[in-house]
């Protein structure tokens, strides 16, 4: 009999001939669960369609920008209504001032902003700006957080690093994580010790206020504003890293969820509504040192490109427009991710569930999952059979259990409701 290769099977082969294991970014292999990419090509709501014509519900959502859905016809409009006018000028456009305006009338601990391109260049900005505007070096990272792949950051970076196995990269040289201390999530005193130790070296506190890159982290009661605490008590920074929570978790991401204000902010993925783009922004007296107003060099030659704004903006105003958006999202989640605890009680399976709001991740362990150790227990074995066994069943999760599963609000009751017969299925054919 004929082997059957499906034209996604077909382009993965000639992808790793040329592109470094066949994807642009790692979490797009399916290497840790043991299968092979879908090459996607097109995407509408809660759907993507891949090159062999199967389709499937996203839970993916571009990693958490598609939270209108995937190709809203508003924001598809505004983009081709933008590129009617040229792609890129490399000079100040309107656009750019329209985007500030939103971002710093959103976020109240915003009073300006700056456009960059992704959420790497962002994070990486904002720690620059932080040691200029402080004239200190050193900063604390927590295990399990991602914070994009510069190589002062890679230390105990979750998802990506943590799917391949390699703790960290190589390539950076020791002298560039030399600066970053690694603390545990959610024990405010693995922070207390560092900067009992060199507090006054400390620049910043860079932290994903939910940690969405070891699979869902909630921060514990405290932890958010103990860091505040800490922070405000030896002048250093506190950096929330939003580039998945910003614009998801509220129109004021996080720290408006938890009522925590930082220093600074770092976005990606859903301020670009689907486009490259990322911004930080902060305090005046702190972004005042960014050039050419102050001393910290930082630039883009693409960065606040029109068409990218038109995207990011369109999605942005849609949901300022609709605050009703956010209830109805994270209801979602919790009536979706609570069927989830459920069904795992019914069919009598001892794993955890860890949400909030559109967020949630199901870990194969039997452990509260608090922080990176916690997150490391997952079978990641156990996950490798569910991820496939879901794609089988036309549902597209994150090829691994470090990531978030992310809801929009295209996903309607009904596709909840189906992927949840998914969820049953699985499990039931698990216990036979
Ligand atoms: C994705 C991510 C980044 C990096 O953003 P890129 O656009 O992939 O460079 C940084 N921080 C967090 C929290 C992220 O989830």
């Known amino acids: 009999m004929n082997e059957v290769i499906t034209r996604s099977e077909e382009l993965f082969r000639e992808a790793v001939t040329v592109i470094p294991g066949g994807v642009n970014s790692p979490v797009r292999a399916f290497g840790s669960i043991g299968g092979r990419p879908r090459f996607i090509k097109s995407a509408r709501g809660a759907f993507l369609y891949d090159e062999d014509g199967n389709s499937y519900i996203d839970f993916i959502g571009s990693w958490g920008p598609m939270i209108l859905g995937h190709s809203h016809p508003d924001v598809l409009k505004s983009v081709q209504e933008a590129c009617r006018s040229g792609l890129s000028f490399g000079a100040a456009t309107a656009a750019e001032v329209d985007m500030a305006k939103l971002v710093c009338a959103l976020v109240p601990s915003i009073d300006m902003v ?88 400390i620049a910043a506190v860079i932290v994903e206020p939910v940690a969405a890159n070891m699979g869902v982290v909630l921060p514990a009661p405290g932890f958010l504003e103990g860091l505040r605490e800490i922070c405000d008590r030896y002048g250093a920074l506190l950096i929330f890293d939003e580039v998945i929570t910003g614009f998801r978790l509220g129109i004021d991401g996080a720290q408006g969820y938890y009522g925590v204000a930082p220093d600074l902010t770092t976005f990606g993925k859903i301020i670009g509504g689907g486009m490259p783009v990322g911004a930080y922004g902060g305090r005046r007296e702190i972004m005042e040192q960014v050039s050419p107003c102050g001393g910290v060099y930082q630039a883009g030659t693409l960065s606040g490109n029109p068409v990218a704004m038109a995207a990011g903006i369109a999605q942005l105003t849609i949901l ?34 860890n949400h909030v709001g559109s967020l949630g991740c199901l870990y194969f362990t039997e452990q509260e999952v608090n922080d990176y150790e916690g997150a490391k227990t997952s079978d990641t074995k156990v996950f490798a059979d569910y991820c496939n066994d879901m794609l089988r069943q036309g549902i597209y999760l994150a090829p691994s259990q470090f990531e978030a599963m992310f809801l929009s609000l295209a996903h309607t009751q009904e596709l909840l409701e189906k992927t949840l017969l998914c969820i049953r299925n699985y499990f039931a054919r698990q216990s036979q």
């Open 114 to 201: 700056r456009m960059v391109n992704s959420g790497t260049e962002a994070v990486m900005s904002a720690i620059r700006v932080a040691r200029g505007f402080t004239g200190r070096e050193v900063i604390i990272k927590f295990s399990g957080c991602y914070h994009g792949h510069s190589d002062g950051l890679l230390v105990q970076a979750g998802s990506g690093v943590m799917t391949a196995g390699v703790p960290d990269s190589l390539g950076v040289p020791a002298g560039c994580t030399k600066d970053t201390l690694p603390a545990q999530y959610n024990d405010l005193e693995s922070v207390r010790e560092h900067f009992a130790r060199c507090g006054e070296e």
């Open 320 to 353: 300022k427009e609709h605050p009703e958006y956010y209830s109805e999202l994270n209801k979602k989640g919790d009536w979706f991710y609570g069927k989830i605890e459920e069904i795992l009680k019914e069919m009598e399976k001892p794993w955890r569930v």
